[in-house]
């Protein structure tokens, strides 16, 4: 299996789990088919139990490196095939109870994910650098340009997370509408 040497409990769609850490790093990984330099970012979009975003401010993505609360960071990218975000669970503000985690392509290089290949996804502590969980995308992608890989979210004062692996051809504007509808293009 590629990218990396200590697996972590392999996870399948719509599983959900329990994080018993104070923080997590989420990190996608990938590989570039043949001369193919596929730019993936990961965004955040902190929500309440709606769904709904309090602010623009509550996105995570290239353009905003950090949540207001500083819960959730942009991790620089420490390699060509992988980005990752950081979140400190008990530094969320306490009207979000759900981030949703977005993988996309950027929109201006005519990219998809078939120009890429074993797409993986992993959950580990940022403290003790332990793999908590790990997800492989299975299946043929054709013309996607978005993954929604999951949620974390807040159950009963704990915090969990839900594997979706929904596809998508689309970009982070259909995600801002969805979780800022009062966003204005």
């Given at each position: 299996?590629?990218?990396?040497?200590?697996?972590?409990?392999?996870?399948?769609?719509n599983q959900r789990i329990e994080l018993d850490v104070?923080?997590?790093?989420?990190?996608?990984?990938?590989?570039?088919?043949?001369?193919?330099?596929?730019?993936?970012?990961?965004?955040?979009?902190?929500?309440?139990?709606?769904?709904?975003?309090?602010?623009?401010?509550?996105?995570?993505?290239?353009?905003?490196?950090?949540?207001?609360?500083?819960?959730?960071?942009?991790?620089?990218?420490?390699?060509?095939?992988?980005?990752?975000?950081?979140?400190?669970?008990?530094?969320?503000?306490?009207?979000?109870?759900?981030?949703?985690?977005?993988?996309?392509?950027?929109?201006?290089?005519?990219?998809?994910?078939?120009?890429?290949?074993?797409?993986?996804?992993?959950?580990?502590?940022?403290?003790?650098?332990?793999?908590?969980?790990?997800?492989?995308?299975?299946?043929t992608f054709i013309s996607e340009t978005a993954i929604?890989?999951?949620?974390?979210?807040?159950?009963?004062?704990?915090?969990?997370?839900?594997?979706?692996?929904?596809?998508?051809?689309?970009?982070?504007?259909?995600?801002?509408?969805?979780?800022?509808?009062?966003?204005?293009?």
């Amino acid at each position: 299996m590629p990218h990396t040497k200590t697996m972590a409990p392999l996870l399948y769609k719509n599983q959900r789990i329990e994080l018993d850490v104070l923080s997590v790093k989420l990190n996608f990984k990938w590989i570039n088919r043949d001369k193919h330099l596929v730019d993936i970012c990961l965004s955040a979009f902190l929500t309440n139990a709606a769904g709904e975003m309090p602010s623009k401010h509550f996105f995570v993505f290239f353009g905003n490196t950090k949540s207001p609360d500083s819960s959730v960071l942009r991790i620089e990218k420490s390699g060509q095939c992988q980005d990752s975000l950081c979140v400190h669970l008990q530094q969320i503000s306490s009207g979000i109870s759900k981030v949703h985690i977005v993988a996309t392509l950027r929109n201006d290089r005519n990219q998809n994910f078939a120009q890429a290949r074993d797409f993986y996804f992993e959950i580990e502590d940022c403290t003790s650098g332990e793999k908590i969980a790990s997800y492989f995308f299975f299946g043929t992608f054709i013309s996607e340009t978005a993954i929604e890989i999951g949620t974390l979210f807040k159950e009963d004062g704990r915090w969990h997370f839900h594997f979706s692996d929904k596809r998508y051809e689309t970009d982070l504007v259909f995600f801002l509408i969805k979780h800022y509808p009062r966003t204005l293009i």
